[in-house]
């Protein structure tokens, strides 16, 4: 069974520190793997999506890399703005679907 | 442009009731998608639109639980004789039609919080 399991649940920075958030996956064939952030009261909102070992993306200031058991977002030089929650989802093989599996996800709050 | 709407924002409810969820797509969209959010959980899968037809039920929770999708658009997740267990947020996310090895993503809307008292 596909299953998605994000680490830490919570993480307070402050502002200024670097951090990585980890998203473990198993998935019987890794079609792709995708982050999201969620702000409360909000729908998620697409950050990135990565398809292959090794793959990284970068935006302002997260970086997202891939390998073939798990995903870190790294967070450089947090700001207060950066707080909410990521979440974590992964896209397998097999079906007529292409549905996503989501972690639980990471409430990250960024202290000025 | 216009990204995923769905109404209402806000629904409350008595147990037992009815309800009807809406999801409107982003325009040219053809893959449409339920996901319902509870507290102190992940996102989870409801049912999957390709078109007007639904390759992937598998994660309706019950026979309570019904939705459709008219002219590739619009969609309605339909909530018979609704429980308190049913209070969550329900999602709808769509996609542009999978092709090749591009797996589209998908974007979501602002969801619909459902309340039943």
């Known amino acids: 069974e596909d299953q998605v399991t994000q680490s830490p649940e919570a993480l307070r920075l402050q502002e200024g520190e670097s951090s990585s958030l980890n998203c473990s996956y198993t998935?019987?064939?890794?079609?792709?793997l995708f982050w999201y952030r969620q702000d409360p009261g909000k729908g998620p909102e697409f950050l990135f999506t990565?398809?292959?070992a090794g793959e990284e993306k970068e935006k302002e200031r997260l970086k997202a890399t891939l390998t073939k058991k798990e995903s870190f977002l790294h967070i450089t030089a947090p700001k207060p703005e950066d707080s909410a929650t990521y979440l974590c989802?992964?896209?397998?093989?097999?079906?007529?679907?292409?549905?996503?599996?989501f972690g639980t996800g990471t409430l990250l709050a960024v202290q000025p | 442009g216009a990204g995923v709407s769905q109404s209402p924002s806000n629904k409350v409810t008595e147990k037992g009731k009815d309800v009807e969820l809406r999801c409107d797509p982003i325009s040219g969209h053809t893959a449409l998608y339920w996901y319902r959010q509870s507290l102190g959980q992940g996102l989870e899968f409801l049912i999957y639109f390709q078109g007007n037809s639904a390759p992937d039920k598998s994660g309706l929770p019950s026979d309570r639980f019904s939705a459709e999708r008219t002219g590739g658009s619009v969609s309605t997740l339909t909530i018979q004789r609704t429980q308190q267990e049913d209070s969550a947020v329900y999602l709808c996310?769509?996609?542009?039609?999978?092709?090749?090895?591009?797996?589209?993503?998908?974007?979501f809307g602002p969801g619909t919080r459902l309340l039943v008292l």
């Open positions: 990565l398809y292959s």
């Open positions: 998935v019987s064939g890794l079609r792709g």
């Open positions: 996310a769509s996609s542009l039609e999978y092709s090749g090895r591009v797996f589209e993503t998908q974007y």
């Open positions: 989802a992964v896209q397998g093989y097999g079906g007529a679907t292409n549905k996503l599996i």
